[in-house]
Nanobody, 130 residues
Framework: VQLVESGGGMVQPGGSLKLSCVAS????????MCWVRRAPGKGPEWVSC????????LYADSVKGRFAISRDNAENTLLLQMDSLKAENTALYYC????????????????????????WGQGAQVTVSS
């Protein structure tokens, strides 16, 4: 299994970026998938999740209304559209697949604990700076 993120970069405040996470050896629309970020000097922070089939999309309060998670099933790719970016969004962004033995509701109850993921990508750096 391999998850590979791309689309990161440097952007000015108020700008936009779109992250992609291409999966191999793993069909992402069969799994609950999330984006997690790690800012410099901080622990991992959950950003957004999308359940199998896409019926449920959840966002951290700090990104709600500005970020949008989606899937391109034909390309086996998880996406994260990020608009109105702020300096505090600067971080390494990871896509991650939720543990298949963990019901999504139970995973949410854990507070999206990082131990609840089966697979992680290598991360894409997003830097928001003027």
């Amino acid at each position: 299994v391999q998850l590979v993120e791309s689309g990161g970069g440097m952007v000015q405040p108020g700008g936009s970026l779109k992250l992609s996470c291409v999966a191999s050896g793993y069909t992402i629309n069969h799994y609950d998938m999330c984006w997690v970020r790690r800012a410099p000097g901080k622990g991992p922070e959950w950003v957004s999740c999308m359940t199998t089939g896409g019926s449920v999309k959840l966002y951290a309060d700090s990104v709600k209304g500005r970020f949008a998670i989606s899937r391109d099933n034909a390309e086996n790719t998880l996406l994260l559209q990020m608009d109105s970016l702020k300096a505090e969004n600067t971080a390494l962004y990871y896509c991650a697949g939720v543990n298949t033995s963990l019901p999504f509701a139970a995973f949410v109850e854990t507070g999206y604990d990082e131990g609840g993921y089966d697979y992680w990508g290598q991360g894409a750096q997003v830097t928001v700076s003027s």
